[in-house]
């Protein structure tokens, strides 16, 4: 997901499942001179996914357009539960065989 940053502006972009848990969260960037987007990547598995937009309480963005973009790409690599320990975590595979520090 991604959604332009508006100087002095700001959203917050959240993705909720079907049952109505909250799963992540995007807030642009509201600085003075701020250009671009703000962007999170989620993986999720298959299902229904909603996207709530909306003005954070401390913002100043009411009377201000927002648009924002969503690009799906299908994997098999994508965070699964349970993940809250080493042992039952997803495996993360990494295309890199040299690390120079």
Not at 41 to 48: P, V
Not at 81 to 98: F, G, L, R, W
Request: glycine share 4%.
């Amino acid at each position: 997901m991604s959604i332009p940053n508006v100087p002095n502006k700001q959203w917050a972009e959240q993705m909720i499942s079907s049952s109505g848990k909250e799963l992540d969260i995007l807030y642009t960037d509201k600085s003075e001179y701020t250009t671009g987007v703000s962007e999170m990547e989620t993986g999720l598995q298959a299902g229904k996914y909603y996207i709530q937009i909306y003005r954070p309480s401390y913002g100043n963005s009411e009377e201000k357009p927002y648009s924002f973009s969503l690009n799906y790409e299908q994997s098999n690599y994508y965070e699964q539960e349970p993940n809250d320990t080493a042992q039952s975590a997803t495996e993360i595979y990494v295309i890199m065989t040299t690390m120079v520090f």
